[in-house]
Structure formats: C-alpha cells, structure tokens
C-alpha cells in the first residue's frame, strides 16, 4: 500500500474532506481516530450526499433520492434544503439514530485515491478531521504497518470504490434512456387545495417510463436497473419530511418551512 501511495496523487477536491492527504506511516505514523465530541459535525451543512446504487433502496425510505447533473446522473440523497444545514445532523453533531447513514459518510474520515482508470489505490484521510489526534488508541500503523483499523478502513473503502464504479455504469445506461428531466417537488399549504413547487431537481419523468418500448422496458428490466428507478420514485414522498424537519429545527410553521426558493 505505502508504494502505491507513493505513485498515487490527488487531485482536485473531495467532497466534505477538508485537507485530504494520502495516508502514510511517515507523516502520519503516530496518529490515530478517537471518538470526535461532535462525530458527524463534518457534514453538517451539506444538504445532499453522494449515494450508491446497492444503497439507494434503503436510502429511500429517508431522503428525497434524486440525481446529480445530466451530465453525471449520481444518485443524491436530499437531506437538506434551503439553509445549508443538513437535517439530520442535530445541533450536537449526532446523525438521527433512525435515519440509515450513507456509506460515503460511514466511511469518514477515509477515503480513497485511485489511479485514473486504474485498479492501483491508496487510503486517504482527511487530516483536518477534530478526531484524528496523537493521543487516540486506534492508530493508523501499527509497528510500521497498517494497524488493524487501517486494514478495514481500506477493505471498506475499497468496496465501496467498486460500488461507485459501478454505479456509473448502471447511470450511463439510464442515460442512453433519456428518463430523467427537470422536476419540480410539489407542496399544499395547510388548507389549500392548490399544490405549489418548492423545490426543483432531476428526477425520472414517470410519463417516460410508462411509455418505453416492450422492448426498451425489457432491456431495463434485464440491466436490473428498474428497482433503482422504482425506489427513486417512492423516495420522493420525502420531500414533505423534510419540511416537517425543517420546521422542528428552526421553529417555523409549516408554510413557512416550505418556503425554499431563493428569491
């Protein structure tokens, strides 16, 4: 790993990482994780976090899941809106203990370089994490080597490159179907009958899908990319979570915390 560190280099920036730095036992032979006072304080103002597509079945039962740019049609779990601060962060830095965690999180404050288009990795961490300290018990090497926590952190990540990998793949083919457009998520005011848009975002247009091809319909179903499509859809019925949590954090009626539009 140290060897393959060493040819691997990072480039650009990687999402909620402050100062990620290629994990190695020479800068960071002494260091270690310890329990952060505020764990998830990190993504604590993001409102969408990148999500996989073994992930998305679950995720849906949370968050709103919809997808990134058309042109790169990553599935997004919507977990804030307006204000910058993500919902399920509360102000103690704790993620809801009944909202599933996505894996890009579970990972923290690993991550991984790649060599592009490669199969060569190295463990990443983000070195301006409060967690990672000198005094921690889990260290990151351990007489030289990786030290136990190192080894999972990388058997994790590394499953979880795959994973991601894959996921663009399963988003180029949904692509080439030309499923997804522009939405728009809708909300009735208590005691109206006149739903209003509140918030915009890509998402399967479900007239589309009805109206594929049997042949089209088929090749989907033998991608097995209909469940991601079908539990995006049903995911959708979060949005009004969302605003009934908005509404709890900053005390707002509930008109009020469906007025998300930038004016």
């Known amino acids: 790993m140290s060897q393959t560190a060493q040819q691997i280099q990072i480039s650009g920036t990687m999402f909620l990482y402050q100062r990620p730095e290629l994990l190695n036992s020479q800068a960071h032979g ?12 990190f993504c604590a103002s993001a409102r969408a976090i990148p999500l996989t597509i073994s992930e998305v079945a679950e995720a849906s039962r949370h968050f ?4 990134g740019s058309m042109e790169d049609l990553q599935p997004l779990a919507i977990v804030g809106l307006l204000d910058d601060v993500n919902l399920f962060v509360d102000e103690n830095g704790n993620w809801d203990p009944y909202a599933y965690v996505p894996g890009y999180i579970r990972r923290y404050p690993f991550g991984l370089a790649s ?22 018990d889990r260290k990151f090497f351990a007489g030289g080597d990786l030290s136990d926590l190192s080894k999972q952190a ?20 949904v692509k080439e179907f030309n499923l ?24 399967v247009d479900e007239t589309k899908l009805a109206n594929l091809s049997d042949e089209d319909f088929l090749k989907i179903r033998r991608l097995n990319i209909l469940p991601v499509l079908y539990a995006h859809l049903l995911s959708l019925g979060n949005w009004r979570n969302l605003i009934l949590r908005r509404m ?16």
């Open 64 to 67: 709103p899941v919809v997808f």
């Open 248 to 263: 709890r954090r900053f005390n707002m009626t509930e008109a009020e915390a469906a007025t998300v539009r930038r004016s």
């Open 180 to 203: 997804v457009t522009g939405q728009s998520a809708q909300y009735t005011p208590p005691g109206s009958l006149e739903p209003q848009p509140f918030a915009n975002y890509l998402g």
């Open 30 to 41: 002494d260091l270690g994780v310890r329990a952060a006072p505020k764990p998830y304080q």
């Open 154 to 173: 990388m058997e994790y990540t590394r499953t979880y490159e795959a994973d991601r990998r894959l996921t663009e793949q399963v988003m180029k083919q």
């Open 115 to 136: 060599e592009q288009g490669g199969d060569r990795f190295a463990l990443v961490i983000d070195a301006g994490f409060e967690g990672i300290d000198r005094n921690a």
